[in-house]
Nanobody
Framework: QVQLVESGGGSVQAGDSLRLSCAASGRTFGHYDMGWFRQAPGKERGFVAAISWTGGTTLYADSVKDRFTISRDNAKNTVYLQMNSLKPEDTAVYYC????????????????WGQGTQVTVSS
């Protein structure tokens, strides 16, 4: 019974930064591990980053490890994705989800998803 809404996407130039937000409603947000996935045109939805429910553990895809930072503020029911040094290949719709399994990188282990927010990076 968690509802998620992503925001913060937009159209930027290569090298720019964006911060995505995922606002949650519901009574169980604080006990979910959370993840960000993205889906580019013609591609499958792929893992970007995840964070434990306490915020103490994070995991990143190799392609974003040195550029993106995931964080959360449980008091605000919000997960963030700070994206720096954006590249055209980062162009995608970005989704946040609640992990209901044990594999943070596996799409099927997520139970609730937001509508997504579009990120477009031009060179």
């Amino acid at each position: 019974q968690v509802q998620l809404v992503e925001s913060g996407g937009g159209s930027v130039q290569a090298g720019d930064s964006l911060r995505l937000s995922c606002a949650a409603s519901g009574r169980t947000f604080g006990h979910y591990d959370m993840g960000w996935f993205r889906q580019a045109p013609g591609k499958e939805r792929g893992f970007v980053a995840a964070i434990s429910w306490t915020g103490g553990t994070t995991l990143y895809a190799d392609s974003v490890k040195d550029r993106f930072t995931i964080s959360r503020d449980n008091a605000k029911n919000t997960v963030y994705l700070q994206m720096n040094s954006l590249k055209p290949e980062d162009t995608a719709v970005y989704y946040c989800g609640t992990n209901v399994g044990s594999n943070w990188k596996q799409l099927s282990d997520y139970g609730y998803w937001g509508q997504g927010t579009q990120v477009t990076v031009s060179s």
